[in-house]
Nanobody, 113 residues
């Protein structure tokens, strides 16, 4: 089964920015609702952003700071993260919404001074 490949994480200071990328070679990618999820230590995985066609939706915790986008030709989805906070520290994953793919390895985002 297809497993997404996430990249772009790293260590960043509070207030900084990162751009995450995800490649998912799935059929009819353009018709899929895609999402970014994150899992912080000791917490359940949560959906933070999703995109369906040109429509986007965000959790309250990231609204106004994160922007999800997609490139259907490249079967990729992106997450631009601005004004990062220590509370954003987590492993970030992409998957369909609801999730239907094997989970990838994710990409670690650490926000710390």
């Amino acid at each position: 089964q297809v497993q997404p490949v996430e990249s772009g994480g790293g260590l960043v200071q509070p207030g900084g920015s990162l751009r995450l990328s995800c490649a998912a070679s799935i059929s009819v990618f353009s018709l899929r609702v895609m999402g970014w999820y994150r899992q912080a230590p000791g917490k359940q995985r949560e959906l933070v952003a999703r995109i369906s066609g040109g429509s986007t939706d965000y959790s309250d915790s990231v609204k106004g700071r994160f922007t999800i986008s997609r490139d259907n030709a490249k079967k990729s989805v992106f997450l631009q993260m601005n004004s990062l906070e220590p509370e954003d520290t987590a492993v970030y994953y992409c998957n369909t919404v609801p999730e239907s793919l094997n989970w990838g390895q994710g990409t670690q985002v650490t926000v710390s001074s």
